[in-house]
């Protein structure tokens, strides 16, 4: 039996219309692909927080350099100025022999506000969890993706004192504050200095030199474009002690060849009414117990009991009568101790009769 022309041409049509739609199905499969493929890529590589992060993981790895390039970080005088910051502030901190630790970095919120983003990230700097916010701004299209820009730098300023130490170490990073000040060379040692760093980062300061030193200070710094203050008081060494006692010492003995009642520069003397009849001779019985303690920019040293002792032979002027006299001479030794240029010390020393 033969079958109708029509009904073979009914069954083309309908295979037709169901491979139509398996094609439209698969046309509408490829474009959601396509769709969430872009984006991912957008989310991962061209979003305000994809830029965020890569600032971030350039602080990671220590890329200072590469961080401080990215669009918006990086900070003339006249911005500094006109937010109220230091327009002097030193970038010696701005390389990666400064930067502290940091890890664990996630973007946790992108947030639009106005014709800004706000991207809020966390992360742990040298082991202390902290959280930053970034202002974001479009800067354009690259292609057909685009660029974004930081609308407020993540730099900020510490305002750093240092007090009893030229030198002064930041994440193991030596200075010298004759190098970061604006005054070189004729830098006021008790004046704040003013560096730029970068947020998010710890910064640990410290002295350790042979004459001061600090446990160390941490700071955070998690807020772009603020000025962190930051105050450290150095402690004399030890050695530093050590080494004032033997030259206090040294001086007082130095003082006991001089025979006379009167020792020229010297903190202790003595005084007769009658004549002197041969020349006295000075000893020192107990020498002072030395302590420093910070003074400024240099040090001091604080009242510290001693005892010189004299030997002399004294004729009185009213009967004629010799006598000898051997006798403790009690006084407080002091002094002042300046830190010079060139990393020595002068010490200057006085003293007081307390008999």
């Not at 009893?164 to 990073?173: E, H, L, P, Q, R």
């Not at 240099?298 to 004629?320: E, K, M, N, Y």
Request: one cysteine or more.
């Amino acid at each position: 039996m033969g079958v109708a022309s029509g009904e073979v041409g009914g069954r083309r049509r309908a295979r037709l219309a169901v491979d139509l739609s398996v094609l439209a199905v698969i046309g509408v499969l490829l474009v959601s692909s396509f769709g969430a493929a872009a984006a991912v890529l957008y989310r991962e590589f061209y979003s305000p927080s994809a830029f965020v992060m890569r600032y971030l993981s350039m602080l990671e790895s220590g890329r200072a350099a590469d961080a401080l390039a990215m669009p918006g970080v990086a900070l003339d005088r006249a911005e500094l100025e006109a937010v109220g910051l230091p327009p002097t502030a030193s970038d010696a901190l701005l390389r990666s022999t400064a930067l502290g630790s940091l890890t664990d970095a996630t973007v946790v919120e992108e947030r639009v506000d106005g014709a800004y983003t706000v991207v809020t990230a966390t992360y742990v700097a040298g082991g202390h969890p902290g959280t930053t916010r970034f202002r974001v701004v479009s800067d354009g299209l690259l292609g057909v993706a685009p660029t974004w820009r930081f609308a407020q730098s993540p730099l900020a300023v510490m305002n750093l004192t240092v007090l009893g130490s030229m030198t002064f170490d930041v994440n193991s990073f030596v200075l010298d504050k004759r190098q970061v000040s604006p005054d070189g060379m004729d830098a006021d040692p008790v004046a704040p200095l003013s560096m730029l760093v970068f947020s998010p980062g710890l910064y640990s300061v410290s002295v350790d030199t042979p004459m001061a030193t600090t446990p160390g200070i941490a700071v955070l710094s998690d807020a772009p474009m603020v000025n962190v203050p930051v105050q450290v008081q150095a402690e004399p060494t030890e050695e530093f002690v050590a080494v004032v006692q033997d030259r206090v010492e040294e001086f007082l003995v130095a003082c006991t060849t001089q025979q006379v009642l009167q020792p020229t520069g010297c903190p202790f003397g003595y005084v007769v009414r009658n004549r002197v009849e041969e020349l006295p001779t000075w000893t020192i019985v107990e020498q002072p117990e030395v302590t420093i303690v910070p003074d400024g920019a240099g040090w001091r040293i604080p009242d510290a009991q001693a005892t010189a002792h004299i030997d002399l032979q004294v004729r009185s002027i009213s009967d004629g009568t010799l006598r000898p006299v051997s006798e403790d001479v009690p006084f407080l030794l002091h002094g002042t101790i300046t830190v010079m240029p060139d990393g020595t010390a002068s010490i200057q020393l006085g003293g007081l009769d307390v008999r």
